[in-house]
């Protein structure tokens, strides 16, 4: 009964409320030793768990951990703890260490991960992991402020771009109102998907000689606390960082497909565009979605246009092209988005399996007025 409280069923580790635990008579512990010998807490967090949970299934998931678990006890030291709080996330706690040595251990850890590739029946998938480091000073007041240091430096880490280390620092403390910020946004997009809090937008796309309209461009808006709107620019960063794009877009082409069909019962002729995220397009699940909404709602392919940008087209070229076809196939019309500003290659273009090219507005602007602007 003891061995179940203190440790994790699936991995075997020691689990939160052992951590816990242990972590609040370390701190006390090297409170009183006032700065002699110095611990580190390693927090560490997976990168891909959630493509993994969502494209191949809990049981995949659990796979990960287990595996993970084993590469992480390889190079675990007798006398330091390990951990798995929750989730995807795992905790080490070093005793006897000194800065340097923790962050080479928490380097070690990294590309022991960044080099495992999760094979799953004919699926291989990179996982890696962000690591975040906080030492024990003399300025920790408790476990919640330790564990806090660790967690913030793992979120700094995530946002330069994830399969990093970084050691917390004093002048962190300046990034904590940033990224309660962008919890907070956290918090409002999941309750905005599960609340239908966001809004759809309509730009109209006319015909530049007749000015009919017969074609709308799909925008995103967030109705705020006091029923304003917020700007895809004030919630966008936060969902990129947290990983809620693929939720996002899901809202999005669902909404839309289901108001695409009440419109074209009345018109007909009526189109939509619709932007996709990179996620979406790195995503083996989102052409199935699109697949089962169209059916859902008897809505004709050809009334919809998926729009991907030039920049995220080109960084993902083989899948770009592959999900493209797909979405041909299925008979939607593609359309490369933002198209200049990029990588802005022709030899790119003619590859790209698209119906449309949006030149970006720095471009066409004045284009009735400016000979230059024309001619570009």
Same mark, same amino acid.
């Given at each position: ?18 951590? !816990?635990d ?22 560490i ?35 330091d703890?390990?951990?798995?709080l ?8 070093l $005793?006897?260490?000194d ?7 928490? &380097? ?7 080099? $495992?590739?999760?094979? $799953? &029946?004919?699926?291989a @998938? ?8 906080? +030492? ?5 007041s ?9 967690? @913030?430096?793992?979120h700094?880490a995530k946002r ?5 280390v ?9 990034? !904590? ?8 946004w ?19 796309i006319a015909?530049?000689d007749?000015? #009919? ?15 304003e709107?917020? +700007? ?7 969902? &990129? ?12 082409i669902e ?12 018109t ?12 979406a397009?790195c995503?083996?699940? @989102? ?14 392919p050809?009334a919809i246009?998926?729009? @991907?940008?030039?920049n ?9 092209v592959?999900? !493209? &076809?797909?979405?041909r ?33 720095s471009? #066409? ?10 001619a570009?």
């Amino acid at each position: 009964l003891k061995h179940l409280a203190e440790h994790d069923s699936l991995t075997g580790l020691y689990n939160r409320q052992y951590f !816990m635990d242990e972590l609040e008579r370390v701190v006390g512990r090297s409170a009183r030793q006032r700065g002699g010998i110095q611990h580190a807490l390693l927090y560490i967090d997976l990168d891909n768990f959630k493509f993994v949970n969502d494209t191949l299934g809990h049981l995949a998931g659990d796979k990960v951990l287990v595996e993970v678990t084993q590469m992480l006890r390889k190079r675990l030291r007798k006398s330091d703890l390990l951990a798995r709080l929750g989730g995807d996330e795992f905790a080490v706690l070093l $005793y006897d260490v000194d800065l340097p040595q923790a962050d080479q251990a928490a &380097e070690f850890y990294r590309l022991q991960l960044a080099d $495992y590739i999760f094979r $799953y &029946e004919t699926k291989a @998938i990179d996982v890696g992991c962000t690591i975040g480091v906080a +030492m024990f000073t003399p300025d920790v007041s408790n476990k919640e402020d330790l564990l806090a240091r660790a967690d @913030i430096a793992c979120h700094i880490a995530k946002r330069a771009g994830r399969n990093a280390v970084h050691v917390y620092q004093s002048d962190d403390k300046e990034n !904590m109102a940033s990224m309660h910020a962008d919890m907070g946004w956290a918090r409002r997009i999941k309750q905005a998907i599960e609340n239908d809090h966001f809004v759809l937008a309509c730009q109209p796309i006319a015909h530049t000689d007749t000015l #009919v309209v017969s074609s709308y461009e799909v925008l995103l808006r967030l109705r705020g606390d006091n029923d304003e709107f917020v +700007m895809p620019a004030g919630f966008l960063p936060s969902a &990129e960082r947290f990983g809620l794009m693929l939720d996002i877009d899901r809202w999005v082409i669902e909404h839309a497909v289901a108001s695409l069909a009440a419109l074209r019962k009345n018109t007909p002729q009526l189109r939509y565009s619709v932007n996709l995220s990179a996620k979406a397009v790195c995503d083996a699940g @989102i052409l199935g979605v699109i697949k089962e909404l169209l059916v859902r709602y008897r809505v004709e392919p050809s009334a919809i246009t998926f729009e @991907i940008t030039e920049n995220v087209a080109i960084g993902n070229m083989s899948l770009a092209v592959q999900f !493209m &076809e797909q979405l041909r196939a299925l008979g939607c019309f593609t359309a490369l988005d933002d198209f200049g500003v990029g990588y802005s290659s022709f030899a790119y273009l003619k590859d790209l399996p698209v119906d449309y090219v949006k030149i970006d507005g720095s471009f #066409v602007k004045n284009i009735e007025t400016n000979a230059l602007h024309r001619a570009m």
